[in-house]
C-alpha cells in the first residue's frame, strides 16, 4: 500500500494546518491556542470522542472503525509544544510570538496525525478503536508522563502506541527506525565546589575552588572511557563553569558547574550518576575543598518494543518500499514513558536536507505530509484490518 491518495487531496489544507501551528507556537503546557485549534479540528472531522485537559492541556481522540470484533486499540501520539528561540527562517509563516518558534517540527508531526484523523473519520476501514494522542510539554516538561499519569492509557485501554519524529538530513519521506534502547535517558546536574578565597597574588592563603572545579571537569570525563563498558555509550558533558568572582585579582570561595548525563540503559545510569557523585566529593576533599551535587534524573531511555518495532517497519515498507535501521541517538525523548507504560515503537521519518533539529533556521518539510500522514493511517488499518 504506497501513500494513500486521499493525503495527496489533503495534502494542501494540512499544511495549512501546519503553518498556522507554525506561525503561533506555544511552550510546555501553557498551549490554550494550540489546544483549542486541536480540539476544534477533531470534532468537525466527527471523531467519537474528543477530551482536552489530559496531561493537563493534552487531547485524545477517539475514532471508532466500522466493526469491534477484534477489540484491539492503537494509540498514535503526535507532541505539539514549541522551544523558547527566536525564529531565524525569514519564512512568509515564521513564529508571530518572538522568541518562541516550532524548532522541532512538532507542528508537523501534530499536522500529521490531524490528517490521518480526518481520513480514519472518514473511511473508518478497521476493526477495532483508534486512540488519537496530542501531547503538550515534550520538550523538557515530561508532558508524556503527564498524560500517562493521568490515567490516559487505562481510560482507553490502549493497548499498543506509536509515534513518528522528523530527521533533518535523512532524505525526504525516508523512515528509519530500531528495536530495543534508541533515544538515550536524559539527566542533569549541578556541583557547588567551595573552597577558601582570597588575593590572587596570594595562592597560599586560600583553598582556590577554580582549581578544585577544574580537576574534576577532566576527572569526570574518566566516567566513560573507564568505568563505562566500551561498548556501550554513555555522555558526560559540563556545560557550565561559573565562578563567584569575575575580578582579574581575586580567587573566588564558590565555583558552580552544571552539565547532562546521557545513557542507554539503567544499570549504566545508575553507574555514572554514583561514580560522578564520588568523583566530585573526593577530588574537592583532596585539594581541602567540598563538594556539593545535585544529581536530576530526567528522561528515561526511549525502548522500543521489539514485536511492535517489526509492524512499524512493515508499515513503513509498504508506505515508501523500505524503512532502515536508524542510529543510537543520545537525545531525550518523552516517548520513553508512553513505551513504558504501553509496548509500540518510535520511528523516523526523512525530512530532507534542512537545518538540525532545534536550529532557528529549521523548518518541517510539508513534502513528508502525506507520507507521514499515510504511516499513521495505516498501523490503524494493518494492526486492525477491516471484516
Given at each position: 500500500m504506497p501513500i494513500k491518495n486521499r493525503f495527496a487531496d489533503l495534502h494542501e489544507e494540512i499544511t495549512g494546518w501546519r503553518r498556522h501551528l507554525h506561525e503561533n507556537p506555544e511552550l510546555l503546557f501553557d498551549t490554550p491556542k494550540t489546544s483549542a485549534f486541536i480540539t476544534e479540528k477533531l470534532k468537525e472531522f466527527g471523531c467519537d470522542e474528543v477530551?482536552?485537559?489530559?496531561?493537563?492541556?493534552?487531547?485524545?481522540?477517539?475514532?471508532?472503525?466500522?466493526?469491534?470484533?477484534?477489540?484491539?486499540?492503537?494509540?498514535?501520539?503526535?507532541?505539539?509544544?514549541?522551544?523558547?528561540?527566536?525564529?531565524?527562517?525569514?519564512?512568509?509563516?515564521?513564529?508571530?510570538?518572538?522568541?518562541?518558534?516550532?524548532?522541532?517540527?512538532?507542528?508537523?508531526?501534530?499536522?500529521?496525525?490531524l490528517g490521518a484523523a480526518k481520513y480514519l473519520s472518514?473511511?473508518?476501514?478497521?476493526?477495532?478503536?483508534?486512540?488519537?494522542?496530542?501531547?503538550?510539554?515534550?520538550?523538557?516538561?515530561a508532558g508524556g508522563k503527564e498524560?500517562?499519569?493521568?490515567?490516559?492509557m487505562d481510560r482507553w485501554n490502549v493497548q499498543e502506541v506509536y509515534a513518528i519524529h522528523n530527521w533533518p538530513g535523512a532524505p525526504v519521506g525516508f523512515f528509519a527506525t530500531r528495536s530495543g534502547p534508541f533515544l538515550a535517558a536524559t539527566d542533569q546536574f549541578d556541583i557547588r565546589v567551595v573552597g577558601k578565597g582570597g588575593h590572587g597574588a596570594m595562592p597560599q592563603n586560600t583553598?582556590?575552588?577554580?582549581?578544585v572545579a577544574s580537576h574534576i571537569v577532566v576527572a569526570l570525563q574518566s566516567i566513560v572511557s573507564r568505568n563505562v563498558d566500551p561498548v556501550e555509550q554513555a555522555v558526560v558533558s559540563v556545560t557550565s563553569f561559573?565562578?563567584?568572582?569575575?575580578?582579574?585579582?581575586?580567587?573566588?570561595?564558590?565555583?558552580?558547574?552544571?552539565?547532562?548525563?546521557r545513557t542507554l540503559t539503567d544499570e549504566n545510569r545508575d553507574l555514572v550518576e554514583t561514580r560522578l557523585k564520588q568523583i566530585a566529593t573526593s577530588t574537592a576533599e583532596?585539594?581541602?575543598?567540598?563538594?556539593?551535587?545535585?544529581?536530576?534524573?530526567?528522561?528515561p531511555a526511549m525502548v522500543n518494543h521489539d514485536t511492535e518495532t517489526g509492524h512499524a517497519i512493515d508499515v513503513a515498507e509498504k508506505v515508501t518500499g523500505s524503512c532502515g535501521e536508524a542510529p543510537l541517538v543520545?537525545?531525550?525523548?518523552?516517548f520513553a514513558y508512553m513505551l513504558e507504560a504501553?509496548?509500540?515503537?518510535?520511528?523516523?521519518?526523512?525530512?530532507g536536507d534542512s537545518a538540525m533539529l532545534h536550529h532557528p533556521e529549521y523548518n518541517f518539510n510539508d513534502e513528508i505530509i502525506p507520507t507521514g500522514c499515510s504511516w499513521f493511517a495505516e498501523m490503524v488499518e494493518s494492526r486492525m484490518p477491516a471484516k
Open positions: 477530551v482536552g485537559g489530559i496531561g493537563r492541556t493534552g487531547v485524545v481522540a477517539v475514532i471508532k472503525g466500522k466493526s469491534d470484533t477484534s477489540g484491539k486499540v492503537i494509540g498514535l501520539r503526535a507532541d505539539f509544544d514549541a522551544l523558547p528561540i527566536f525564529e531565524a527562517t525569514g519564512l512568509d509563516y515564521a513564529s508571530k510570538t518572538e522568541g518562541k518558534m516550532h524548532a522541532c517540527g512538532h507542528d508537523g508531526h501534530t499536522a500529521m496525525l472518514e473511511t473508518r476501514n478497521f476493526d477495532g478503536t483508534a486512540v488519537l494522542i496530542f501531547q503538550p510539554a515534550e520538550e523538557g516538561g498524560m500517562v499519569d493521568d490515567g490516559m583553598v582556590d575552588a577554580t582549581v561559573e565562578t563567584e568572582s569575575k575580578a582579574y585579582n581575586v580567587i573566588p570561595t564558590l565555583v558552580s558547574l552544571k552539565g547532562t548525563v583532596a585539594f581541602g575543598a567540598k563538594a556539593e551535587v545535585s544529581y536530576m534524573r530526567g528522561y543520545m537525545g531525550g525523548e518523552d504501553r509496548p509500540g515503537a518510535f520511528v523516523v521519518l526523512g525530512n
